[in-house]
């Protein structure tokens, strides 16, 4: 598999995302906020949408699943994806906005120029506007930001990634909060990982340890995948006691 975000009807959920070792499903929650398929009992800007969890859950993977596919592409005239800086600059931010909307660098050295060049770049447009991992608390770096849904064609929306609930009440967002895997999920990302082009044989040897490694790593796919890569190029048993998990 590719990685591709497919929009297939499953059960459930209805949404299903290919992320290589198998398929998992996800909320039909995101497609329908970003298509505009509202839901009454829904709290929340409909326009503004946010990716909850702790870190190492694959909020940003979602994110850029969900922009690079190409429904999103095509419903989208103008899709915009920012990396928030820390400390938070709220005009490296523009910058970042008025390069991918435009192609090209802004000239601009104050904030009121930035400001008048950021809006005439999404000015009438319908535009998916990506802000990954969003922190800040502070209203005043928000509102500029959400501005833009005022100068946008119809149909625009804001996707947040942030690891704080508390970041997603404050810009009023509709939540979407990721989950840590299952330990079924969790032993089957980690044996793709780490048997990924070994010998059925090997394999059979190797799961018990493998099987004791993933309890540990409390559902994190980030863990898990970081430990798969590096067992798999690893002697396992040595890596696993280093680790601390001899336990």
């Not at 064609?153 to 970041?167: F, H, K, N, P, Q």
Request: hydrophobic share 40%; with cysteine; proline share 3%.
């Amino acid at each position: 598999m590719d990685g591709s975000l497919n929009l297939q009807s499953g059960k459930k959920t209805g949404l299903w995302l290919s992320i290589g070792y198998k398929t998992r499903p996800i909320s039909v929650y995101i497609r329908n906020k970003l298509f505009g398929i509202e839901s009454s009992t829904q709290l929340g800007d409909p326009r503004i949408i946010s990716i909850i969890g702790m870190g190492g859950l694959g909020k940003t993977t979602l994110a850029q699943l969900v922009f690079n596919d190409t429904n999103i592409k095509t419903h989208f005239q103008l899709p915009l994806w920012v990396s928030v800086p820390n400390p938070f600059d709220l005009g490296v931010i523009a910058k970042a906005i008025i390069r991918e909307a435009t192609q090209k660098d802004t000239t601009s050295s104050t904030w009121n120029a930035f400001h008048t060049e950021l809006c005439e770049s999404v000015n009438g447009k319908k535009f998916l506007l990506v802000l990954d991992d969003f922190w800040t608390e502070d209203p005043n770096n928000w509102d500029p930001l959400k501005h833009l849904l005022n100068l946008g064609a119809e149909g625009s929306r804001i996707l947040v990634t942030t690891r704080s609930d508390i970041v997603a009440w404050r810009i009023n967002s509709c939540k979407h909060m990721l989950e840590v895997l299952s330990c079924s999920d969790s032993v089957s990302l980690l044996h793709h990982k780490a048997f990924f082009g070994k010998d059925n044989e090997k394999n059979k040897i190797l799961e018990e340890i493998c099987n004791k490694i993933a309890n540990k790593c409390d559902g994190v796919p980030l863990a898990l995948s970081l430990l798969g890569s590096l067992l798999n190029n690893k002697v396992i048993g040595d890596v696993y006691s280093k680790a601390g998990f001899g336990n």
